[in-house]
């Protein structure tokens, strides 16, 4: 059987609509119809928008905890169902408040994603494929990112908008409904293809157990083993916590993560104005050259999985 395959496909769409989702926005503030609606002022909009970033940075560790404690088949179903109706409310807003509250939910729902999918693929991918397993399901997330801007600016483009009992419906709310909706779809598809054992799934034979079994992480503490006090959570807990710190590979893997980050977050975010504000570049020329270096990252990123596992 090959189960295995299906959990990285849909973990893969998983990480698709993860970023479509949080990258959608950036477009859609910049529609004279948004901007209509919630009076024009940027500094209000970025700031109603920020609460995603505070909420992913927060949540990380305690979202990553959580799936080793529940399990990551419902953790992760509960974080899909979560940020999608977040999107969904965001595209039913009245406000920057309600909008605002909807980006801290977005974040506090994504910053599990990535944590548990690493999970989940230790415990479904033999170690020799392990790599490649991520680089594809990271692949996703920059597909799904790099969409973002041209599908949504296309709903609003086709869908003009339309008025229920006086409520303007414009083309992008239709959008972030949309996206909403297809997220709980990823939700049921993710909950029916995924158990957290590859010995829970019943369409998986002994020969691919035996074939994921080579390199399966064992349990973590806590996982699948009943429930167990509150004490004894908080104690568990802290032993990880201690073993994390104490830990040289750990801290050393953190440094690269920040390094990585402050590279990304200047290519997505602050590259465009360098090339316009510094180098005096065209926005169409400007705008060839961004997509040339995310384009190449995105090859690289499965390059990468592949050159791991070799």
């Known amino acids: 059987t090959s189960v295995r395959h299906s959990v990285v496909c849909v973990t893969f769409f998983t990480a698709f609509i993860l970023y479509l989702d949080r990258n959608c926005m950036g477009e859609i503030v910049k529609s004279d119809v948004f901007r209509a609606e919630f009076g024009g002022d940027m500094n209000a909009i970025k700031d109603a928008l920020s609460g995603f970033y505070l909420a992913y940075a927060l949540f990380q560790v305690p979202a990553g905890w959580l799936s080793d404690r529940f ?12 940020w999608s109706l977040c999107t969904y409310l965001m595209g039913c807003a009245s406000g920057l408040g309600m909008i605002f509250a909807a980006r801290l939910g977005l974040g506090v729902a994504q910053a599990g994603a990535y944590p548990t999918s690493g999970s989940l693929l230790g415990r479904w991918i033999p170690v020799a494929k392990r790599a490649r397993a991520n680089s594809l399901v990271a692949f996703g997330g920059r597909v799904g990112g790099s969409a973002a801007p041209l599908l949504s600016a296309a709903l609003m483009t086709l869908i003009v908008g339309f008025s229920i009992g006086g409520f303007l419906i414009a083309g992008w709310r239709v959008a972030l409904v949309l996206y909403g909706l297809i997220g709980l779809g990823i939700a049921a598809w993710f909950w029916r293809s995924f158990r957290d ?38 104690r568990q807990l802290g032993g990880t916590l201690r073993g994390l710190v104490c830990s040289g590979s750990m801290w050393l893997m953190c440094i690269v993560g920040w390094g990585t980050n402050v590279g990304w977050v200047f290519l997505v975010v602050w590259l465009p104005s360098y090339l316009k504000d510094v180098q005096a570049l065209g926005d169409v020329k400007g705008g060839l050259l961004v997509t040339v270096v995310l384009s190449i990252g995105m090859f690289g990123m499965l390059l990468g999985g592949w050159v791991t596992d070799y």
């Open 197 to 234: 054992r590859p010995g829970d799934h019943p369409d998986c034979n002994a020969a691919e157990r035996k074939l994921i079994a080579g390199g399966e992480v064992p349990p973590m503490p806590g996982v699948g083993q009943g429930r167990v006090g509150a004490v004894e959570s908080l």
């Open 71 to 82: 399990g990551a088949r419902g953790m992760m179903t509960f974080y899909i169902v979560l």
